[in-house]
C-alpha cells in the first residue's frame, strides 16, 4: 500500500484556548507520536507512513510552541507537556494507544503512562533524554557532535522546523525538561516499554538507559549507524522495530 501526501490528514482541536495542530494518517489501533525538542510533527511523516501501511493509525501532534502550535513565550515544562499530550489523545478519544516519544518526548509519556494508563497501552521510548547531573551541558556537547555526523536529509528537516521556532520557546522547554526526573516517572509505568538507541547516539548516557531499562524492565534495541535523529538517520531500522513491536502488542 502507498501512502502519499495526499493520504495525510491535518486536523486542528482547540486545548485550553489554544489551537493545536496535527497529522494522522492509516487506520487500525492508534500509535500516538511524541515529538523531540522543537521538532513538529512533520518530521515524523516518514514513519508515520510506514505505520499506516502495516496497518496502524499514527497519529502526531505539534507541542506547545513548536510546528504550527502556539505556546508559551517562554518554554513549556514536562508536566504541561504530558497535560497538553494527554488532553489532546482524549479529545480525539484515543485510549490505549501506542506511544513512541523521541529525544524529550519520552518524559512527557512517561508521566502520561503512570498516570492516565488508561491512555496507554505500551510505549517505545527513542533515544530518551535525562536522568543525570549536568544534564544541559553534555547534552549541547552530544547535540552538536550529532549535528555534524547527521545526513543531510535529516538536518533539512531540523532546520525546517527550527526556522519557525522561537528561540526563547525552545530554550525555555529544554531547560525547564532539565528538571524532570524521567526514572522517577518510569517507576510508575506499567505498561510494555522497549528502549531504541542509535549506536552513535551519545545524548542518552549509558548509564542512564541501564537504569531506565531495569526500572521499566524493558530491553534496548541498538540501531546501527543511528544517531540522535534516529527516527529519519536510521529510518528503516527504527520502522520495522517500532512495527514489530506494536504488532507483538496489539495481537
Same mark, same amino acid.
Given at each position: 500500500?502507498?501512502?502519499?501526501? %495526499? ?21 487500525? $489501533? ?7 525538542? *522543537? ?13 499506516? #501501511? ?7 501532534? &505539534?507541542?506547545? *510552541? ?5 505556546? $508559551? ?8 507537556? !504530558? ?5 489532546? %489523545? ?7 494507544? *501506542? ?14 503512562? *503512570? ?31 550529532? !549535528?555534524?555526523?547527521? $545526513?543531510?536529509? @535529516?538536518?533539512?528537516?531540523?532546520? #525546517? &522546523?527550527? @526556522?519557525?521556532?522561537?528561540?526563547? =520557546? ?9 528538571? &524532570?526526573? $524521567?526514572? =522517577? ?53 527504527? &520502522? ?12
Amino acid at each position: 500500500m502507498s501512502i502519499g501526501i %495526499s493520504d495525510f490528514h491535518e486536523g486542528w482541536i482547540e486545548l485550553r484556548e489554544r489551537r493545536v495542530r496535527y497529522i494522522e494518517c492509516g487506520a487500525g $489501533p492508534p500509535i500516538m507520536f511524541a515529538a523531540g525538542l *522543537g521538532l513538529s510533527a512533520d518530521f515524523y511523516k516518514g514513519n508515520m507512513a510506514a505505520l499506516a #501501511r502495516a496497518g496502524f493509525r499514527a497519529i502526531t501532534p &505539534d507541542l506547545p *510552541g513548536f510546528g504550527k502550535t502556539h505556546g $508559551p513565550k517562554l518554554g513549556t515544562d514536562v508536566r504541561m507537556l !504530558a497535560q497538553h499530550l494527554s488532553e489532546f %489523545s482524549k479529545a480525539l478519544n484515543v485510549n490505549h494507544a *501506542g506511544w513512541i516519544g523521541h529525544s524529550l518526548g519520552c518524559q512527557p509519556i512517561l508521566l502520561i503512562a *503512570g498516570q492516565h494508563p488508561e491512555l496507554v497501552r505500551a510505549l517505545i521510548l527513542a533515544g530518551p533524554t535525562g536522568g543525570y547531573g549536568h544534564r544541559l551541558s553534555s547534552q549541547a556537547k552530544a547535540l552538536a557532535s550529532a !549535528a555534524v555526523h547527521e $545526513p543531510w536529509r @535529516l538536518l533539512r528537516a531540523v532546520i #525546517r &522546523d527550527y @526556522l519557525r521556532l522561537s528561540p526563547f =520557546s525552545y530554550l525555555g522547554t529544554w531547560i525547564k525538561a532539565a528538571k &524532570d526526573d $524521567p526514572i =522517577s516517572s518510569a517507576k510508575r509505568v506499567k505498561q510494555r516499554s522497549l528502549i531504541l538507541v542509535g549506536t552513535k547516539d551519545h545524548v542518552p548516557r549509558a548509564e542512564f538507559l541501564e537504569n531506565l531499562s531495569r526500572t521499566l524492565n524493558a530491553d534496548v534495541i541498538k540501531l546501527a549507524g543511528g544517531n540522535h535523529g534516529l527516527p529519519i538517520d536510521a529510518q528503516h531500522q527504527f &520502522d520495522q522495530a517500532v512495527i514489530s513491536f506494536f504488532r507483538a502488542v496489539f495481537s
